[in-house]
C-alpha cells in the first residue's frame, strides 16, 4: 500500500461518523496513487508559488494589517492545504464529507497512522510488480530489504508469504502469514489462511489459536466459528464443540443444525439439562414444520432422562400447532406412543401406535424397530414383543431380533419360549461365544444338562471343524470361556473325569505362559523412540515462528508429555556415553543394543487370560486340584500348585496362598511316593512351628520316608540352632522318638528331658522321660541302673498325677512294671484298669486321612489289652485257671 492510501486511511479513521466517499472520488484518488511519485518540474514550481503567497498572506495577518485576528492554521504556516495541493495538480477539488456527530461516542479519538517512506512504499510497489511478473526471486530480494528497514509492514510480509506460497516453500509461506497476522492482528483474511495452512499441514493446535485470534478479530462470523466446531469434532472434544455450538447460538439462534450439533454434544458428555435448554429455547422461538426433527430429538432426551410426562408435552404443544392429526409424523407418534405405555395409558398408547400397524413395513420398518427397541429399554417386555414379531422375517437383522425376543422372554422369566429363539440365533450366529454361553445357562437352568454339554462341546462332525479352521478364524470350542463353562458344568455334576479332561490342558498352558512372562525382564523404563513420540505433543512447528502454542490433548496425555520432554535429555545422555564407551573399547553398538532394555518378547494368546487375576478362576484352580487328588493324580494336582505359587507371587493374596499351600501338603502326605511330600510338608511345619497337627503330618511322612533322609537331619539341626525353634517340642520329640527306635536311649533320654524344661506338666513328656530312663535303666553298661530305674518310675508316676489316674496312665504303669519284672505292682495296677469304664471318644484324623471311625464300640477300653497281659503274668507264675478265668471274662468275643 502506497502514502495515498495510508493517507487516505487515515482520514476515514480520524473522523467518527463520516459518511462514505463517493465512488469518483475514489477513482480520482486511485489515479494520483499510480503517479504520485512523477510530479513535473512545472508542477513543483507552482506548488511553491501558491505556498509562498500563502506564508505572506500569514505573515500579514501576524501583524495585523490583513483581516481580522483569528487562530493561525495549518495553511497559513506551510502555505497550502491538501485540497489546495489537488485542486493545482489535478484541476479538481476534493468534495468535503459530511460530519455527523454520533451521540454517545465513547473512548478516545483514535490515532493517524504513520505514512510510509516513500521510498519504502516504491520499493514495495516494485516487488508487487515481479511477484506479479513471476520474477519471484527478485520480489524477494526487494521485499526483504523493506522488512530490514521497515519491519513492521503487513503488506511486506503477505506479498513475501504469497510470494512463497507460488515458489512451494510452506515453511516459509507458514512464517510470513504469521508475520503478517501478527503484525495486523484485526485483518480475519490473513488468520483464515493460517487456519487452512495449519490444518493442511497437522498443526491443530496453531489452527485452533489462529481460529480464535480470527474470531478475536471479527466476534460475528459464524463460520469461523463453525470451523472452529469442526475442528473440535475431528479431534473428539465434545465438550469443546457444544461451547461452540452454544456461542453460535447465541449470534444466529435459528440456526437448527447447530442447535441440534450442541445438543447431541452435550448429550455425550452427558449434560442433557443443557441439552434440553438448547432445544426447549428453539423450539419455543423459531419452531417450523420443517424442523420436527428437533421435537423427536428433545423427546428423545427427555425419554433417557426419565421425564415422560414433559415429552408428552412437548408432542401434545407439537400437535395443537399443527392443523391435522394426519401430518404428525410417525417418528413422534412413536415416542409419544412409548410415553404413554410407560405411563400406564395403554390404551391412548395403542391409539397413538395403530397406525404402525396400518403402514406397510418396507417404509416404516425403522420406526417399528424404533417403537420395540424403545419398550425394550423401558421394561414394557410385553409391548416389545408384539412389534419385533412384526419384524419376523424381512430384511432386517434376524439375529438381532431373534436375540432380543428371546431377552424379553427371559425377562418375563418364560425360559422355555426363550430356548427356540435362542437356537434360531445361534443358527445364524454359530461363533457368537456370548450367545452359545447364554444358552447354555438357560438349559443348566431347565435341568437340560445333556443339551447343554453337547451345546458347548467341540462338533463331531469333522467338515463342521475343517471349514471352521479353514476360515482363519479361531473356532468357539477353543475359546476360555466355553471351556470353563463346560468344565463347571461337568463338576457340578460330579463328572470329575470328564472336568479333568477338559480344562486341565488349558490351565497348564496358561501357568506355562505366565511363567514364562516372568521370567522376560518387563520393560520398567520407556525406550528413547516412545518417549520422542511423547514429547513430540509439545513440539511446536518444525522452524515455525509462532512458539508457545497450546498443544491439543487430554490431561493425561498433556501430563505424559510433559514427562517425557523432562526425561529425553538425561537419557540422550546416558545413551551417548554408552557409545562412546563402546567405541573406546572397540565395538560399535547398534540403536537396539544402545535401548537400556529391550521389549518383551510377544507371546501368543493365553487360553485363559484372567486365570490369575479372578476369583472364579480361584475357585476354579481350587477345584481341579481336588478333584485331582481325587482321582489319585497327585503329581499333576502338585504341578498346578507349585506354578500357581510361582506364577503369582505378588498378585495374590497371602490368605489365598495360604490356602494353596494347606492344599498342596494334603496331597503330598497321600501321594504314593513321600519325596514330593516332604518338601511341603516341611515349609508348613516352619511357618508354623508350634501347630501339633503339621508336627504330626511332618512325622507321619518322614515315618513313611525313614528317619535316615538326609534332608530329614539337617532340618533337625536347624530347628535345633534355630533360637525360634530351638523352644519348640515337638522336633524334640521326634528326635526322641528317633533314637529310641535306634535303641541309643541315652540320646533320646536328653531330648526328652530338654523338653521336659520347657513344659513339665505335659504328660506325653513325662510319659516319654520315663520308659527312656526305664530302657536305658535296663541297658549292660549303666552302673547305677537302681538309681536311674527309680527316677524313670518318678516320672511315669507324675503323668499319673497329671492324668488324674486315668485307665491308660494306670495301664502304662503297670506295663512298665511288668517290663522291669515287678509283677507283683503290675498285677495291682492291671486289676485297677479292669475295675474302670472309659467311653469311646472320637479318632482325632491326621490332613487328608480317609481313615473311618471303628464301627465296634469300647475301643477306647484298655480292659482288653490289661486283661491280656494280665493272663501271661498268671500263665508264667502257673495260676493257668485263674488266667483261663481273665481270658473268658474280659477278652471273649
Known amino acids: ?329 410417525l417418528y413422534l407418534k412413536v415416542k409419544a406412543g412409548v410415553c404413554h405405555a410407560y405411563l400406564g395409558n395403554m390404551k391412548e398408547s395403542e391409539f397413538i401406535l395403530e397406525s404402525l400397524w396400518k403402514e406397510p413395513l418396507k417404509d416404516n420398518g425403522s420406526l417399528v424397530l424404533e417403537a420395540a427397541n424403545l419398550f425394550f429399554k423401558l421394561g414394557l417386555y410385553e409391548s416389545a414383543l408384539k412389534y419385533y414379531f412384526l419384524l419376523e422375517g424381512t430384511s432386517y437383522d434376524q439375529a438381532f431380533l431373534q436375540l432380543n425376543i428371546s431377552k424379553c422372554y427371559l425377562s418375563l422369566n418364560e425360559h422355555k419360549k426363550a430356548i427356540p429363539f435362542y437356537y434360531k440365533a445361534l443358527s445364524i450366529m454359530k461363533n457368537n461365544v456370548d450367545v452359545r454361553i447364554s444358552l447354555s445357562l438357560i438349559l443348566v437352568q431347565e435341568e437340560r444338562i445333556d443339551e447343554a454339554i453337547t451345546l458347548l462341546s467341540p462338533p463331531l462332525d469333522k467338515e463342521s471343524i475343517n471349514n471352521d479352521i479353514s476360515t482363519n478364524t479361531k473356532p468357539w470350542w477353543l475359546d476360555g470361556r466355553i471351556k470353563l463353562k463346560l468344565a463347571r458344568i461337568y463338576y457340578n455334576n460330579a463328572m470329575l473325569e470328564e472336568f479333568v479332561d477338559t480344562i486341565f490342558a488349558s490351565v497348564c498352558e496358561t501357568l506355562r505362559m505366565e511363567n514364562m512372562n516372568g521370567k522376560i525382564s518387563i520393560k520398567k523404563r520407556l525406550t528413547i523412540p516412545i518417549l520422542s513420540k511423547r514429547a513430540r505433543l509439545l513440539d511446536d512447528p518444525p522452524g515455525s515462528v509462532l512458539c508457545g502454542v497450546k498443544p491439543i490433548g487430554t490431561s493425561s496425555e498433556l501430563l505424559k508429555a510433559c514427562r517425557a520432554k523432562k526425561m529425553l535429555p ?48 480361584y475357585c476354579l484352580i481350587l477345584d481341579l486340584c481336588k478333584a485331582l487328588f481325587h482321582l489319585q493324580r497327585y503329581w499333576d494336582a502338585l504341578e498346578i500348585i507349585n506354578n500357581v505359587l510361582y506364577a503369582s507371587t505378588k498378585t495374590m493374596s497371602r490368605d489365598k496362598k495360604e490356602e494353596l499351600r494347606t492344599l498342596r501338603s494334603q496331597i503330598a502326605y497321600r501321594a504314593i511316593d513321600p519325596k514330593h511330600g516332604y518338601e511341603f510338608v516341611r515349609s508348613i511345619v516352619m511357618r508354623h512351628p508350634n501347630s501339633l497337627a503339621a508336627w504330626n503330618c511332618y512325622y507321619e511322612v518322614i515315618s513313611r520316608l525313614g528317619f535316615h533322609h538326609p534332608k530329614h537331619a539337617k532340618f533337625m539341626q536347624k530347628c535345633a540352632r534355630d533360637t525360634q525353634q530351638s523352644k519348640c517340642v515337638p522336633p524334640m520329640i521326634i528326635q526322641g522318638h528317633q533314637f529310641t527306635l535306634n535303641s541309643t536311649h541315652q540320646d533320646a533320654a536328653k531330648k526328652y528331658l530338654h523338653a521336659y524344661k520347657l513344659q513339665p506338666d505335659n504328660p506325653l513328656i513325662n510319659l516319654c522321660c520315663g520308659t527312656s530312663l526305664i530302657n536305658l535303666a535296663l541297658g549292660f553298661r549303666l552302673k547305677n541302673k537302681h538309681l536311674t530305674l527309680v527316677q524313670g518310675m518318678g516320672f511315669l508316676f507324675q503323668y499319673l498325677r497329671i492324668c488324674n489316674e486315668s485307665q491308660e496312665a494306670l495301664y502304662n504303669i503297670a506295663r512298665a512294671f511288668q517290663h522291669v519284672g515287678l509283677v507283683t505292682l503290675a498285677v495291682s495296677y492291671y486289676e485297677k484298669v479292669l475295675e474302670m469304664e472309659v467311653d469311646d471318644y472320637p479318632i482325632p484324623k491326621l490332613l487328608a486321612s480317609n481313615s473311618q471311625q471303628p464301627t465296634v464300640p469300647g475301643y477306647c477300653n484298655l480292659r482288653r489289652e490289661a486283661a491280656f497281659n494280665l493272663h501271661l503274668i498268671y500263665m508264667k507264675s502257673g495260676s493257668v485257671d485263674l488266667a483261663r478265668h481273665i481270658l473268658k471274662t474280659y477278652c471273649t468275643i
Not at 69 to 91: H, K, Q, V
Not at 589 to 610: A, T
Request: proline share 3%.
Open 1 to 329: 500500500m502506497d502514502d495515498w492510501e495510508e493517507g487516505e486511511e487515515v482520514v476515514e479513521m480520524d473522523i467518527d461518523g463520516e459518511e462514505e466517499e463517493d465512488e469518483d472520488d475514489m477513482d480520482i484518488l486511485d489515479c494520483i496513487v499510480s503517479d504520485a511519485f512523477r510530479v513535473d518540474e512545472n508542477d513543483s514550481l507552482s506548488y511553491e508559488a501558491l505556498a509562498q503567497k500563502k506564508r505572506e498572506a500569514a505573515f500579514l495577518r501576524q501583524q495585523g494589517d490583513v483581516g481580522p485576528s483569528r487562530n493561525i492554521s495549518e495553511d497559513d504556516i506551510f502555505g497550502a492545504n491538501f485540497e489546495d495541493i489537488l485542486e493545482e495538480m489535478t484541476g479538481r477539488r476534493r468534495k468535503r464529507r459530511k460530519r455527523k456527530k454520533m451521540a454517545g461516542t465513547k473512548g478516545r479519538k483514535k490515532g493517524q497512522k504513520a505514512k510510509l517512506d516513500p521510498a519504502i512504499a516504491r520499493k514495495i510497489g516494485d516487488g508487487n510488480i515481479h511477484s506479479a511478473c513471476g520474477n519471484y526471486s527478485e520480489a524477494i530480494k526487494i521485499l526483504k530489504e523493506v522488512v530490514q528497514i521497515e519491519p513492521r509492514i503487513p503488506e511486506c510480509h503477505h506479498t513475501l508469504a504469497l510470494v512463497y506460497e507460488a515458489i512451494g516453500d510452506k515453511k516459509k509461506t507458514m512464517n510470513c502469514y504469521i508475520i503478517a497476522a501478527l503484525v495486523s492482528p484485526k485483518d480475519v483474511a490473513l488468520w483464515k489462511r493460517l487456519v487452512a495452512l495449519s490444518i493442511e499441514q497437522g498443526f491443530h493446535g496453531q489452527a485452533r489459536y489462529c481460529l480464535k485470534k480470527a474470531i478475536t478479530a471479527d466476534p460475528e462470523d459464524v463460520d469461523l466459528r463453525l470451523q472452529l466446531v469442526k475442528l473440535h469434532s475431528d479431534l473428539g472434544d465434545h465438550l469443546n464443540v457444544a461451547k461452540s455450538c452454544h456461542k453460535i447460538i447465541e449470534l444466529c439462534p435459528s440456526n437448527v443444525e447447530v442447535c441440534k450439533m450442541a445438543a447431541e454434544m452435550y448429550r455425550r458428555c452427558g449434560q442433557v439439562e443443557r441439552a434440553i435448554d438448547i432445544l426447549e429455547n428453539y423450539l419455543s422461538n423459531f419452531l417450523s414444520k420443517n424442523d420436527l426433527i428437533i421435537v423427536s430429538l428433545l423427546m428423545s432426551l427427555h425419554i433417557e432422562n426419565d421425564s415422560h410426562v414433559k415429552a408428552l408435552e412437548i408432542f401434545e404443544l407439537i400437535s395443537s400447532r399443527i392443523s391435522s392429526k394426519n401430518e404428525i409424523p
Open 570 to 617: 538425561e537419557r540422550e545422555e546416558k545413551r551417548e556415553e554408552r557409545k562412546v564407551r563402546a567405541l573406546e573399547n572397540g565395538f560399535e553398538l547398534s540403536n537396539d543394543d544402545l535401548e537400556e532394555e529391550s521389549d518383551p518378547k510377544n507371546l501368543p494368546e493365553k487360553p485363559l487370560p484372567k486365570l490369575l487375576n479372578d476369583e472364579e478362576h
